[in-house]
């Protein structure tokens, strides 16, 4: 059964910081990965699609890595934003096309 | 409207009612994903649509539990004899073909039972 876990489940950092958000999975027969952003009382939001062939994948300010051998994927976020205040979670696609969750990354920018 | 709509964005209900939830995915979209987020569980994988077809309907927690859809499009998901520990977030995902791809998510229903 996959597991994923997210760490740290919380991170304060001033405005203008780079930082790194971790999520490992267990087992790596997987499609994809997701990452996904959640803002309180809203529903998700994709943010970067790494499929199992890939490395990584960038958007922006974003770039996220996965090494599928590992069990590994990692959220880059450079100069961070107050807008980017937000919960970030990580999402493999299994072997039966479920998205299995983590508990996700509460992030918190500080102007 | 471009995104998928959900609705009601709030039930509250009595222990023992039926609830049904409807979800509007992107136009175009084939495939469609019910799931639900609980304070404490985290989010859950309900069931998978294919057209109207649902070749995974194995993250359903309960016989309780139902969904359909229809015309490849409006999805409904039921739940009779509500229990107090169905209360949570159901969220509503859509995408264009397939798991394989980026999922769109709804704002999501938030479900009490009293």
């Known amino acids: 059964k996959q597991e994923v876990t997210q760490i740290p489940a919380a991170l304060s950092v001033p405005e203008g910081e780079n930082l790194v958000l971790n999520c490992s999975f267990t087992?790596?027969?997987?499609?994809?990965l997701q990452w996904f952003r959640q803002d309180p009382g809203k529903g998700l939001t994709s943010l970067l699609l790494?499929?199992?062939s890939q490395r990584e994948q960038t958007s922006g300010r974003l770039n996220a890595s996965l090494d599928k051998s590992s069990g590994r994927s990692t959220l880059y976020i450079a100069a961070s934003q107050p807008g980017d205040s937000a919960t970030y979670l990580c999402?493999?696609?299994?072997?039966?096309?479920?998205?299995?969750w983590g508990a996700g990354t509460k992030l918190i920018i500080k102007p | 409207g471009a995104g998928v709509s959900q609705s009601p964005s709030n039930k509250v209900t009595e222990k023992g009612k039926d609830v049904e939830l409807r979800c509007d995915p992107i136009?175009?979209?084939?495939?469609l994903y019910w799931y639900r987020q609980s304070l404490g569980q985290g989010l859950e994988f309900l069931i998978y649509?294919?057209?109207?077809?649902?070749?995974?309907k194995s993250g359903l927690p309960s016989d309780r539990f139902s969904a359909e859809r229809t015309g490849g499009s409006v999805s409904t998901l039921t739940i009779q004899r509500t229990q107090q520990e169905d209360s949570a977030v159901y969220l509503c995902?859509?995408?264009?073909?397939?798991?394989?791809?980026?999922?769109?998510f709804g704002p999501g229903t938030r479900l009490l039972v009293l």
């Open positions: 995902a859509s995408s264009f073909q397939g798991p394989g791809e980026t999922q769109y």
């Open positions: 136009s175009g979209h084939t495939a």
């Open positions: 649509f294919q057209g109207n077809s649902a070749p995974d």
């Open positions: 087992d790596s027969a997987i499609y994809n």
């Open positions: 790494i499929q199992s």
């Open positions: 999402a493999p696609l299994n072997s039966n096309y479920q998205l299995i």
